[in-house]
């Protein structure tokens, strides 16, 4: 384990499953092990019920390995604990019901100019996560190998983005997953999450480790790092067993897993 680390906190799509998929139970077990050595967090842009059925389902916990492990759904703008034999929302900040209703308008329109709004679908194209709106093109439970395929370089996603972004200046737009654009209100991203989960916990930037798939410059985890957090990154969920395992210290042969440099802040 990583001297300094007090908690590790994983991204959840792309990082510890597949896109919308359940966690495999290689993982499901390597995170058992991991909460019973200290305190996990999940922050996604997902909302709580993608945690239920991805991760708490699969998830054998004990009362006493839940309460070691914290959720963040939509980006840390709603933050759970199991506490009193359940999970209890610590906070939960959505968007107003005016905001949420010119974000649909907006996305509806910008996906539909820029020949973005497909005709078949799996799964609702926009949905109501309460504290932040998300369009998903293909829809939310659209098959990863198609989502991989639809916008590989990004330009899609980058043309709703801006589209977005003019039309809606009071609230934060932000390219999510592979086919999805998140809104929130301003200056929500995960680094917003990661704060309020130091400040509950007492902890500075150094005590946490982040692992993710997207944390380069653009991608949804690149906030959490731009804050100084030592940080990971992994291309999928086998990736993120070995970071585990090497955590743990199961694999003395393999190479500690290369932190990205934290940047400079000041």
């Not at 499901?28 to 967090?41: D, M, S, Y």
Request: hydrophobic residues 40%; proline residues 5%; contains cysteine.
């Amino acid at each position: 384990m990583v001297p300094s680390t007090r908690i590790v906190v994983f991204d959840l799509d792309d990082t510890l499953a597949l896109s919308k998929a359940k966690i495999e139970p290689r993982m499901a077990q390597r995170l058992l092990r991991l909460l019973a050595e200290k305190p996990v967090c999940i922050i996604s842009g997902g909302r709580y019920e993608q945690f239920q059925a991805q991760v708490l389902e699969e998830l054998p916990l004990t009362p006493e390995l839940a309460g070691r492990l914290h959720l963040m759904p939509t980006c840390g703008t709603r933050y759970l604990r199991w506490e009193n034999g359940a999970w209890q929302d610590i906070y939960c900040e959505n968007l107003a019901e005016d905001e949420k209703a010119l974000i649909v308008k907006v996305l509806t329109e910008g996906a539909k100019s820029l020949g973005l709004w497909a005709e078949h679908t799996w799964g609702d194209i926009i949905e109501d996560r309460g504290s932040q709106v998300t369009f998903s093109a293909l829809g939310q439970q659209a098959p990863h190998q198609e989502k991989a395929a639809w916008d590989p370089d990004g330009t899609r996603r980058r043309a709703l983005w801006e589209y977005a972004s003019a039309r809606l200046p009071d609230l934060e737009v932000r390219s999510g997953g592979s086919t999805s654009i998140d809104v929130t209100k301003k200056g929500i991203d995960k680094a917003y999450g990661m704060r309020r989960l130091l400040d509950f916990l007492d902890l500075r930037v150094e005590d946490v480790l982040f692992v993710g798939d997207r944390l380069d410059e653009g991608g949804n985890d690149y906030p959490v790092r731009a804050m100084g957090v030592p940080s990971i990154a992994v291309t999928g969920w086998e990736q993120t067993v070995d970071v585990i395992d090497t955590l743990l210290g199961d694999h003395l042969d393999r190479p500690v897993p290369s932190l990205l440099e934290p940047l400079d802040v000041r």
